[in-house]
């Protein structure tokens, strides 16, 4: 259930972070592009991100300690950047998928995923027994 959670607030921050055109971050949906179309492209982009985050994204993290350390933690904003980017390069062999037109603007959209991700899983997070 918890996962389920997971790509469902995955899917809802990459939609609002869709929705900012500055950010210059979009969904291709799969054909023939309807309302279902897009919202199933955003759970299956929620899903595949949330799949890098939690396998890739915490090799990452755990190499990247000393980094952190030295940084005070704002190295994570490039990692959040880079796992953004990374699932957009995986979506990008399809003709559907998560696009992002530069780094720095996938590294400002995970900032806004992350805070979204953060504030959604206070509320709406499962409680435990």
Excluded: C
Excluded at 63 to 92: D, E, K, Q, R
Excluded at 93 to 110: I, K, P, Q, Y
């Amino acid at each position: 259930m918890r996962f389920l959670l997971r790509i469902v607030i995955n899917a809802f921050a990459i939609w609002v972070v869709t929705l900012i055109p500055a950010l210059q971050v979009s969904i291709v949906p799969f054909a023939p592009g309807g309302t279902l179309q897009y919202v199933l492209t955003l759970l299956i982009v929620g899903l595949i991100f949330g799949v890098v985050n939690a396998i890739i994204g915490t090799i990452i993290k755990i190499v990247a300690i000393p980094l952190y350390i030295l940084t005070l933690g704002l190295i994570s904003l490039l990692i959040n950047g880079f796992l953004l980017w990374l699932t957009a390069w995986l979506t990008h062999w399809w003709s559907w998928g998560l696009r992002v037109e530069s780094f720095w603007w996938g590294v400002v959209a995970a900032l806004i995923i992350a805070v979204i991700n953060g504030i959604l899983g206070l509320f709406l997070r499962p409680a435990r027994r």
